[in-house]
């Protein structure tokens, strides 16, 4: 009986080492996965917002409105689900407001998760929040979200009396494909100015995906974790820009092309056990970005935690959202 690698043939051994490789590095990957819903359980306070939904329309302070009126919404049927959620502060410490862009892939948008909780978490700061449910999936195209984005705070424009609120040093909080949307309607293309709308306070994103996530631009180590990001890049360009241009939205998505040096200052956290939007190739890539143009920024990494995680409750990023507060309104 031979016990060596190579004993039966060297095409055998390398057979051996592939299929090992696969076996051992797919196991690594359901861990990871299974153990990132598991943070996303923990971290997500999704009765806490779904309280604070409750407790204000019993108190009849909660608003929800579509975006788009009678008229769009019937020449185009993709804007019907387009809406718009104001969560007031019982004490709030100004009347600056934050946007809150759940993430989602650009596939669907999870409001329970990081929407309606991340709005309560800002009303306990004294922070008024609103909460954009945009287009995604089968009712996105090219830069859809960006317009869902510009059209409702048009609507916060408009209606200073209905909210009570001022666009002075107001702030964009997105997560994962929020973030992608928070990042590139910051800049001059894409965003704000298309609106004759003013320039975001600052922007603060949770693990966000940022730029091109193309299998040959940034290998893995892991074959399976290389096509949970090709599968997740690929998934977002294609909903928004269509089969046939998936490579050039993967391109238009990248948020570094478009920072100059007046972008706004950003605060940002990731995990560095991202199996989905690797920070390595996403926050990372952003940051160094952030710091050729001089923009000033915070980047918190933090060690051994997966995507998705939102407040990041009972994680080591708790208390994030604090610090990005802090960070948004020091010296103003």
């Known amino acids: 009986m031979h016990f060596y690698l190579f004993a039966e043939g060297f095409a055998q051994a390398v057979r051996t080492i592939i299929l090992v490789y696969l076996i051992l590095t797919f196991v690594f990957t359901v861990y990871s996965v299974a153990r990132m819903f598991y943070y996303e359980h923990i971290g997500n306070d999704v009765k806490g917002g779904r309280a604070r939904v409750k407790e204000l329309s019993a108190n009849g302070r909660y608003i929800q409105m579509p975006v788009y009126s009678m008229q769009e919404m019937a020449e185009d049927k993709h804007k019907r689900d387009v809406r718009l959620m104001y969560f007031p502060a019982d004490e709030p410490r100004d009347k600056r407001f934050a946007m809150v862009l759940p993430g989602g892939g650009?596939?669907?948008?999870?409001?329970?998760?990081?929407?309606?909780?991340?709005?309560?978490?800002?009303?306990k700061m004294g922070i008024n929040a609103f909460v954009l449910d945009y287009r995604a999936g089968r009712d996105c195209a090219p830069f859809a979200p960006m317009e869902d984005l510009g059209a409702a705070l048009r609507i916060i424009q408009d209606n200073p009396e209905k909210f009570d609120v001022t666009f002075d040093n107001y702030a964009l909080v997105g997560f994962s494909a929020g973030g992608?949307?928070?990042?590139?309607?910051?800049?001059?293309?894409?965003?704000?100015?298309?609106?004759?709308?003013?320039?975001?306070?600052?922007?603060?994103?949770?693990?966000?995906?940022?730029?091109?996530?193309?299998?040959?631009?940034?290998?893995?180590?892991?074959?399976?974790?290389?096509?949970?990001?090709?599968?997740?890049?690929?998934?977002?360009?294609?909903?928004?820009?269509?089969?046939?241009?998936i490579r050039k939205g993967r391109q238009l998505l990248d948020v570094?092309?478009?920072?100059?040096?007046?972008?706004?200052?950003?605060?940002?956290?990731?995990?560095?056990?991202?199996?989905?939007?690797?920070?390595s190739r996403h926050a990372d890539v952003f940051d160094a970005a952030l710091t050729e143009k001089g923009v000033?920024?915070?980047?918190?990494?933090?060690?051994?935690?997966p995507h998705g995680i939102g407040l990041g409750k009972r994680t080591k990023a708790s208390g994030?959202?604090?610090?990005a507060v802090d960070f948004w309104l020091e010296n103003k």
């Not at 894409?190 to 922007?203: R, T, V």
């Not at 570094?256 to 920070?279: C, H, R």
Request: net charge neutral; proline share 6%.
């Open 106 to 123: 650009y596939a669907h948008v999870c409001l329970k998760e990081e929407g309606y909780p991340v709005a309560a978490e800002l009303n």
């Open 180 to 245: 992608n949307l928070a990042g590139i309607f910051a800049s001059h293309k894409f965003g704000y100015m298309d609106y004759q709308l003013p320039k975001p306070g600052a922007i603060i994103l949770g693990y966000p995906w940022t730029c091109v996530n193309d299998f040959l631009h940034h290998p893995y180590w892991n074959i399976w974790i290389g096509l949970l990001g090709v599968w997740l890049s690929n998934r977002g360009s294609y909903y928004m820009f269509g089969l046939r241009h």
């Open 256 to 279: 570094q092309n478009y920072i100059e040096e007046d972008y706004p200052k950003t605060f940002m956290y990731s995990g560095s056990w991202d199996v989905l939007v690797p920070a």
């Open 296 to 305: 000033k920024h915070v980047y918190e990494k933090y060690f051994g935690l």
């Open 320 to 323: 994030w959202l604090s610090k």
